[in-house]
């Protein structure tokens, strides 16, 4: 495997971006390149004294070596580490789902369809059925591209407090009323008896620490898992709610919206990241999964004052009062707005909704990203976890090939996002996550489905090995 | 076909062997017969795979490498039986046995582009790093390839099996053998152990260019995909392929650098000598960056 960026890869939802600051980037370039200056330097000088002293130099050049070496080990292990950074949550989640699909059957029973997919695909034709799933699919798309465009006219108009409003709805809903339907499924699957108050407790404890997880402050992993519990049930959602052939086009063109929205100039999500970036600012709390948060650690640690504007700003409602903060902190030195919006983009709240991976475009912050690189993480789009899973969980739900497929689909999922991650190291450019793994995951769902489960399944009748 | 085991009544019969009794199923099957085909594969990709990410990665690209093979191969199968007589059950017995064939050339194809793509991507880790060694050898990448195929050929030649193995039924009911499920984790065992034991050798022959070497693993390949025709008959598909296993492990072992000198240390647990200390006696001031 070649080698992955040493700084700080920003997976956006539904895009990665590099979170380097030129700065910081030229600051770790410099100091390697003045390192290897230095000692090219060294070697020169003391070359013409090697045949004096002999033993010492090699023993000055294999220090030196070492040390470069282990520096470039330290980039290497980096950058795989962070594969499997996101292999790991990626994984849970499909876990979660694909566990759910195979023991809760509401998920798999058809009770209707949502108002985004209003026609049916209980069709007297295969014609029909293909025209209705076609219509579903642009409808679905083109509520999320209008989402998009409003998002993108909100953020360019300022209008911070109504995105944060409903950003907080949205998690609302699914911290509550749908983990509580996914609570009432298990127990009626597993036959559980439960009275209401109990229930009641559980839910709002369940709701009440991830809303603060989330949107607030929470420990790292706590925050992880239920970001991770949120996608699941969203995914959930999704698979159920969504006839079949709807959900693959959904999709396909959903990856193909990426591809478009991420890397064309008139993109909205382009736009949406210039935008922010000109304003030099993060953009609202978004939808991302981030791996690591320790840098928020160490920057409370190392600042005490920092620390205190902490506990000053703790509330979402802080836009108005970020200019007065500033000018305040401008006196501090340092640990000025960069911080502050490092430290808001870490809370982000949850969408229940498809639109709102439009809304996903944390942006890559010019703010000073952790000392350590070892501390630096990997984020990537709650919208690509969703994706993920309900494509596995579709092809889980409803293949004839069963495991067979639903392994391919996961395989090739890690795959695409392994080569997302490569080409994320090439181009260092905000890059979308979804095409490369949804065609992937695509083309060997239909391809197991159709073509491999018939053949295993005749070896395995006939107990052959291959 | 013997009819099952629950005593039916019938007209006095000449006293014949009797049936094997069908066997129950259950989760206490399922999970023996996956501890049976999983358990070493598990113990070692949680050993030696999982604590390194790369190693990781080469597993996870090992899967769909094998998948893509698998892929072209139902391709060829699936076009074949559909362009002859379905209804001819000769036909699509000799078909699926050439299925079979081609699958397995397809693998040990994409097990050689599986090599070619790892050698380069060690020189480029070997680039990158100052010192011109990648963090990770071609002997391990060998292993991990090789234990990937392995997993993933194992899951997908077993998993349906296992998770109807959870029941309700009774295996053999037709007259089939009942010892369909136990067979199978140890074949899928097997075909684990062998497939990382192949990639060891193929990798290395590849390196050196032993052809021969090359030959004889797709060969053993063939001949232990052979052996599974011969089920339900168990000692001649079983016992020989688990011969071929073992021949195999042993070839791997000499060939990753094993001996008989390396088993007597591993197991007498002696530290061994560091003698770099010696190269920095020569005290030097500590060199500061």
Same mark, same amino acid.
């Given at each position: 495997?070649? *080698?992955?960026?040493?700084?700080?890869?920003?997976?956006?939802?539904?895009?990665?971006?590099?979170?380097?600051?030129?700065?910081?980037?030229?600051?770790?370039?410099?100091?390697?390149?003045?390192?290897?200056?230095?000692?090219?330097?060294?070697?020169?000088?003391?070359?013409?004294?090697?045949?004096?002293?002999?033993?010492?130099?090699?023993?000055?050049?294999?220090?030196?070596?070492?040390?470069? *070496?282990?520096? *470039?080990?330290?980039?290497?292990?980096?950058?795989?580490?962070? /594969?499997?950074?996101? #292999?790991?949550?990626?994984?849970?989640?499909?876990?979660?789902?694909?566990?759910?699909?195979?023991?809760?059957?509401?998920?798999?029973?058809?009770?209707?369809?949502?108002?985004?997919?209003?026609?049916?695909?209980?069709?007297?034709? =295969?014609?029909?059925?293909?025209?209705?799933?076609?219509?579903?699919?642009?409808?679905?798309?083109?509520?999320?591209?209008?989402?998009?465009?409003?998002? /993108? =006219?909100?953020?360019?108009?300022?209008?911070?407090?109504?995105?944060?409003?409903?950003?907080?709805?949205?998690?609302?809903?699914?911290?509550?009323?749908?983990?509580?339907?996914?609570?009432?499924?298990?127990?009626?699957?597993?036959?559980?008896?439960?009275?209401?108050?109990?229930?009641?407790?559980?839910?709002?404890?369940?709701? /009440?620490?991830?809303?603060?997880?989330?949107?607030?402050?929470?420990?790292?992993? +706590?925050?992880?898992?239920?970001?991770?519990?949120?996608?699941?049930?969203?995914?959930?959602? #999704?698979?159920?709610?969504?006839?079949?052939?709807?959900?693959?086009?959904?999709?396909?063109?959903?990856?193909?919206?990426?591809?478009?929205? =991420? +890397?064309?100039?008139?993109?909205?999500?382009?736009?949406?990241?210039?935008?922010?970036?000109?304003?030099?600012?993060?953009?609202?709390?978004?939808?991302?999964?981030?791996?690591?948060?320790?840098?928020?650690?160490?920057?409370? *640690?190392?600042?005490?004052?920092?620390?205190?504007?902490?506990?000053?700003?703790?509330?979402?409602?802080?836009?108005?009062?970020?200019?007065?903060?500033?000018?305040?902190?401008?006196?501090?030195?340092?640990?000025?707005?960069?911080?502050?919006?490092?430290?808001?983009?870490?809370?982000?709240?949850?969408?229940?909704?498809?639109?709102?991976?439009?809304?996903?475009?944390?942006?890559?912050?010019?703010?000073?990203?952790?000392?350590?690189?070892?501390?630096?993480?990997?984020?990537? %789009?709650? %919208?690509?976890?969703?994706?993920?899973?309900?494509?596995?969980?579709?092809?889980?739900?409803?293949?004839? %090939?069963?495991?067979?497929?639903?392994?391919?689909?996961?395989?090739?999922?890690?795959?695409?996002?392994?080569?997302?991650?490569?080409?994320?190291?090439?181009?260092?450019?905000?890059?979308?996550?979804?095409?490369?793994?949804?065609?992937?995951?695509?083309?060997?769902?239909?391809?197991?489905?159709? +073509?491999?489960?018939?053949?295993?399944?005749?070896?395995?009748?006939?107990?052959?090995?291959? | 076909?013997?009819?099952?085991?629950?005593?039916?009544?019938?007209?006095?019969?000449?006293?014949?062997?009797?049936?094997?009794?069908?066997?129950?199923?259950?989760?206490?099957?399922?999970?023996?017969?996956?501890?049976?085909?999983?358990?070493?594969?598990?113990?070692?990709?949680?050993?030696?795979?999982?604590?390194?990410?790369?190693?990781?990665?080469?597993?996870?690209?090992?899967?769909?490498?094998?998948?893509?093979?698998?892929?072209?191969?139902?391709?060829?199968?699936?076009?074949?039986?559909?362009?002859?007589?379905?209804?001819?059950?000769?036909?699509? !017995?000799?078909?699926?046995?050439?299925?079979?064939?081609?699958?397995?050339?397809?693998?040990?194809? @994409?097990?050689?582009?599986?090599?070619?793509?790892?050698?380069?991507?060690?020189? &480029?880790?070997?680039?990158?790093?100052?010192?011109?060694?990648?963090?990770?050898?071609?002997?391990?990448?060998?292993?991990?390839?090789?234990?990937?195929?392995?997993?993933?050929?194992?899951?997908?030649?077993?998993?349906?099996?296992?998770?109807?193995?959870?029941?309700? &039924?009774?295996?053999?009911?037709?007259?089939?053998?009942?010892? !369909? @499920?136990? $067979?199978?984790?140890?074949? $899928?065992?097997?075909?684990?152990?062998?497939?990382?034991?192949?990639?060891?050798?193929?990798?290395?022959?590849?390196?050196?260019?032993? !052809?021969?070497?090359?030959?004889?693993?797709?060969?053993?390949?063939?001949? $232990?995909?052979?052996?599974?025709?011969?089920?339900?008959? !168990?000692?001649?598909?079983?016992?020989?392929?688990?011969?071929?296993?073992?021949?195999?492990?042993?070839?791997? @072992?000499? $060939?990753?650098?094993?001996?008989?000198?390396?088993?007597?240390?591993?197991?007498?647990?002696?530290?061994?000598?560091?003698?770099?200390?010696?190269?920095?006696?020569?005290?030097?001031?500590?060199?500061?960056?």
């Amino acid at each position: 495997m070649t *080698e992955l960026s040493a700084h700080l890869p920003q997976f956006q939802h539904g895009q990665l971006t590099e979170n380097f600051p030129d700065n910081h980037l030229s600051s770790t370039n410099e100091s390697s390149e003045r390192r290897r200056r230095d000692n090219s330097e060294r070697r020169r000088n003391d070359n013409p004294e090697s045949e004096t002293n002999g033993q010492p130099q090699n023993n000055i050049q294999q220090v030196v070596e070492q040390d470069e *070496e282990e520096d *470039e080990e330290l980039t290497l292990k980096y950058g795989a580490k962070h /594969v499997i950074m996101l #292999f790991v949550p990626v994984t849970l989640c499909m876990v979660v789902v694909v566990a759910t699909i195979k023991s809760v059957s509401f998920y798999t029973r058809k009770d209707g369809q949502l108002i985004y997919t209003p026609f049916t695909e209980e069709t007297e034709t =295969v014609g029909q059925r293909a025209l209705n799933s076609i219509l579903n699919a642009a409808i679905m798309i083109s509520v999320i591209i209008v989402m998009t465009i409003l998002l /993108v =006219v909100l953020y360019k108009y300022r209008c911070y407090k109504v995105i944060h409003g409903w950003l907080i709805i949205s998690s609302l809903l699914l911290l509550f009323f749908f983990s509580f339907i996914y609570l009432g499924e298990v127990f009626k699957t597993y036959n559980v008896a439960m009275d209401y108050i109990t229930l009641a407790l559980m839910i709002w404890n369940f709701g /009440v620490v991830g809303m603060i997880c989330i949107h607030w402050k929470g420990p790292l992993r +706590l925050q992880q898992a239920y970001l991770i519990m949120i996608s699941a049930l969203m995914a959930l959602v #999704f698979i159920k709610y969504l006839p079949e052939w709807t959900a693959w086009l959904i999709l396909a063109v959903i990856s193909v919206y990426d591809l478009v929205a =991420v +890397l064309c100039p008139k993109g909205p999500l382009r736009m949406l990241v210039e935008t922010a970036q000109e304003r030099n600012e993060t953009l609202f709390p978004a939808l991302i999964y981030s791996s690591t948060m320790v840098w928020l650690v160490n920057m409370a *640690e190392e600042d005490p004052e920092a620390q205190r504007k902490a506990s000053k700003n703790s509330t979402y409602d802080k836009q108005a009062n970020r200019a007065p903060n500033e000018d305040a902190e401008a006196d501090d030195g340092g640990f000025s707005q960069e911080w502050q919006q490092q430290r808001d983009s870490r809370i982000g709240p949850i969408e229940s909704t498809p639109e709102s991976r439009a809304a996903v475009q944390a942006l890559p912050s010019n703010s000073q990203t952790s000392e350590d690189p070892e501390e630096r993480g990997v984020k990537l %789009g709650l %919208g690509d976890f969703i994706f993920y899973s309900v494509l596995v969980g579709k092809a889980s739900a409803t293949a004839s %090939g069963d495991w067979n497929t639903t392994l391919a689909c996961f395989v090739a999922i890690l795959i695409g996002l392994c080569l997302t991650l490569l080409l994320l190291a090439i181009f260092k450019k905000a890059l979308p996550a979804l095409p490369i793994s949804i065609t992937f995951g695509l083309v060997f769902y239909f391809a197991t489905d159709n +073509l491999v489960q018939p053949f295993m399944d005749q070896l395995a009748f006939h107990q052959f090995y291959i | 076909m013997h009819r099952a085991a629950a005593g039916a009544p019938g007209p006095a019969r000449p006293p014949s062997p009797p049936p094997p009794p069908p066997s129950a199923m259950g989760a206490a099957v399922f999970f023996g017969c996956a501890g049976i085909a999983f358990g070493p594969a598990l113990a070692l990709v949680l050993l030696t795979v999982a604590a390194e990410p790369l190693r990781v990665i080469i597993l996870v690209a090992g899967a769909f490498f094998w998948l893509v093979s698998l892929l072209l191969a139902s391709l060829i199968w699936f076009i074949s039986v559909h362009l002859s007589d379905q209804e001819d059950s000769k036909l699509q !017995y000799s078909l699926l046995v050439f299925g079979a064939a081609v699958s397995v050339l397809l693998q040990e194809v @994409f097990r050689f582009a599986y090599f070619k793509l790892l050698k380069k991507a060690d020189e &480029g880790l070997a680039m990158i790093s100052e010192d011109g060694q990648s963090p990770i050898s071609l002997k391990q990448m060998a292993y991990v390839s090789g234990l990937s195929f392995g997993i993933i050929s194992g899951v997908f030649s077993v998993i349906n099996i296992l998770a109807d193995s959870i029941g309700p &039924g009774i295996v053999g009911i037709h007259g089939d053998s009942p010892y !369909y @499920f136990i $067979t199978s984790a140890f074949l $899928t065992m097997a075909v684990v152990f062998l497939h990382t034991f192949w990639g060891v050798i193929f990798f290395d022959a590849c390196e050196k260019r032993r !052809y021969w070497c090359l030959g004889l693993v797709v060969a053993s390949h063939l001949i $232990t995909s052979g052996l599974t025709f011969l089920n339900p008959w !168990y000692e001649a598909s079983l016992v020989p392929i688990y011969i071929i296993t073992v021949c195999m492990g042993v070839w791997a @072992f000499f $060939t990753a650098g094993g001996s008989f000198r390396n088993i007597l240390k591993c197991l007498s647990c002696k530290q061994e000598e560091d003698n770099r200390v010696m190269m920095y006696s020569a005290l030097q001031v500590p060199f500061e960056d």
